[in-house]
């Protein structure tokens, strides 16, 4: 692909069996300037589930897969990430390593994603994602993310293409419901703002 669509991700921001089940329930519970964030109510308590989308000019689009395949920069908009770097990659599959920060007094969380790229039938891509926990070793300073999956996926419809990212995933921490739900919202909110912020050019004072 021109862009090089097989290295979209994001850390986040999780379980392949669910994912299309999933999507139908979730209910939008934010919608300003582009970015959607849908929330939904689940029975798993130990697991943060997310959604959000993004509607972008057909013309950004180039810019936005740049930001999104540049790696080294992930801590600079993928909210909570502290770390990026490739692994290894061949042609339609891409292994990355994260590290992702945690607020004390928990330590700081990492995982390895196995990204696989799609194309499908409509002409949207698809990019999954599935944590591979034993690719490489546990650092004692980190905790391990290993349930870990989701996708993004990019969607074009006349002059717009939507940017939708989904995430489920077990943080390894005792939190109150109340905060899980909170972070599913804050998650793929502060992602698509930044995002938002790298693809609209700086106005010249």
């Given amino acids: 692909m021109l862009f090089k669509l097989k290295h979209i991700i994001l850390p986040i921001i999780i379980c392949y ?19 959607s964030v849908y929330s939904k109510n689940t029975s798993d308590k130990n697991h943060i589930e997310y959604k959000g989308s993004i509607t972008i000019d057909s013309s950004s689009l180039k810019n936005a897969i740049q ?28 292994h990355l390593y994260q590290v992702c920060n945690a607020t004390w007094p ?14 499908l039938e409509n002409g949207n891509i698809k990019v999954d994602f599935k944590s591979v926990p034993n690719m490489i070793s546990n650092k004692k300073e980190l ?13 074009k419809k006349a002059s ?29 909110l502060n992602t698509l703002l930044n995002l938002k912020d790298k693809l609209t050019p700086e106005i010249p004072k």
């Fill in 160 to 188: 717009k293409v939507t940017i939708t990212m989904y995430g489920n995933f077990n943080p390894k921490m005792r939190l109150p419901k109340a905060i899980m739900e909170k972070y599913s919202k804050k998650i793929p």
């Fill in 106 to 119: 928990f330590k700081n969380r990492d995982y390895v994603l196995r990204l696989e790229r799609k194309e």
């Fill in 17 to 35: 069996p669910f994912i299309i089940s999933a999507q139908k329930e979730f209910e939008l519970n934010f919608c300003k300037e582009g970015i």
């Fill in 67 to 94: 930001i999104l395949t540049d790696y080294e920069n992930h801590k600079n908009w993928v909210y909570n990430c502290k770390n990026s770097s490739l692994i290894k990659e061949d042609k339609n599959t891409t």
């Fill in 143 to 155: 905790v391990r993310i290993d349930e870990f999956s989701g996708y993004w996926e990019i969607e």
